[in-house]
C-alpha cells in the first residue's frame, strides 16, 4: 500500500485507475532485489472532484461503503475463493500450493458520490463484526459538510474499537455455550 500511495502522490497529470494503481505498486514489489514473502488483500478508492464520483479496485475481503444520510448507497462485495481464503496479492516464489491473484482480479466500480457523503475504507475486521446500520448509526455524529480530521479519526478510532469489543463479545459468548 506504501507503493500505491508514493505513485498515487507523484502522478499529477493523468487521471489514476485504481487497477493500474494497484498494478504498478505490485510489480514494484514483484521487482525487489530481495522480495517480501507474503499477501494482502487490497481496496484502492480514487475520487473524481469534477466528475464527482469514485472509481475502485477491490481485491478480498477489505472494501469500502459509501454513506449518504443514513443509508448506505453501495458497499464493495468481499471476494473468496472459499470459506476465510480471500482473494489475495501475494509474492509467494513459485511455492506449491499458494494462491496468487492478480490486481486484474480485483472487482472494479465506479460511483456517483454527493457532498457530504462520508466513505468508509475498512478490512473484514470491521465488516464481519458490524452490521451496516451499527457503522452507519456510529457516523451520525460526524458534521457532513465540514468534518474536522479530528472528528474523522474519532469516528474511526470508535468503530475499530466497537468491532474488537463486537468480536471479543461473540468469541466469549461461544466459549461459554
Not at 514489489?29 to 469514485?54: F, N, R, W
Not at 482473494?87 to 509467494?92: A, E, P, T
Not at 513459485?94 to 466500480?109: E, K, M
Not at 480530521?149 to 466459549?175: F, M, N, P, S, V
Amino acid at each position: 500500500m506504501n507503493n500505491c500511495e508514493r505513485i498515487a502522490r507523484s502522478t499529477t497529470t493523468e487521471v489514476l485507475n485504481p487497477v493500474g494503481l494497484l498494478q504498478r505498486a505490485y510489480e514494484q514489489m514483484m521487482h525487489l532485489k530481495s522480495p517480501l514473502l507474503g499477501s494482502c488483500t487490497a481496496c484502492i478508492v480514487v475520487m473524481d472532484k469534477e466528475k464527482k464520483e469514485v472509481s475502485a479496485a477491490n481485491l478480498g475481503d477489505s472494501g469500502f461503503m459509501v454513506v449518504r444520510g443514513d443509508v448506505v448507497v453501495y458497499q464493495s462485495q468481499e471476494q473468496q475463493h472459499y470459506f476465510n481464503t480471500p482473494y489475495q496479492l501475494s509474492i509467494s516464489n513459485n511455492r506449491l500450493g499458494v494462491i496468487q491473484d492478480r490486481p486484474s482480479d480485483a472487482d472494479t466500480t465506479t460511483i456517483s458520490i454527493q457532498k457530504g457523503d462520508l466513505i468508509v475504507m475498512a478490512t473484514d475486521g470491521l465488516f464481519d463484526n458490524m452490521f451496516q446500520q451499527q457503522i452507519v448509526e456510529r457516523l451520525q455524529r460526524i458534521d457532513r459538510y465540514a468534518p474536522s480530521y479530528e472528528a474523522l479519526k474519532q469516528a474511526a478510532d470508535k468503530l475499530a474499537a466497537d468491532a474488537g469489543i463486537l468480536l471479543w463479545t461473540r468469541i466469549t459468548c461461544r466459549r461459554l455455550q
